[in-house]
């Protein structure tokens, strides 16, 4: 993300940003990142991004 700002607005960036923390770094916590497999991954963290809520994502994946 770093090399990718100087190429981004502020407000995508800042959008970005959110949605992270929102939802990926909360799912991961403070796990390290060498153990969190692909799987999880795909399963945990691009579906949470991707599927909202009242779409079908049940609140707890």
């Given at each position: 993300m770093e090399e990718q700002k100087p190429h981004w607005s502020?407000?995508?960036l800042d959008k970005i940003e959110r949605r992270l923390?929102?939802?990926a770094y909360a799912w991961i916590g403070k796990r390290?990142?060498?153990e969190i497999t692909a799987r999880e991954y795909l399963t945990g963290v691009i579906h949470r991004a991707c599927v909202?809520?009242?779409q079908g994502r049940s609140p707890d994946v």
């Open positions: 502020v407000g995508y923390e929102k939802n390290p990142i060498g909202p809520e009242s």
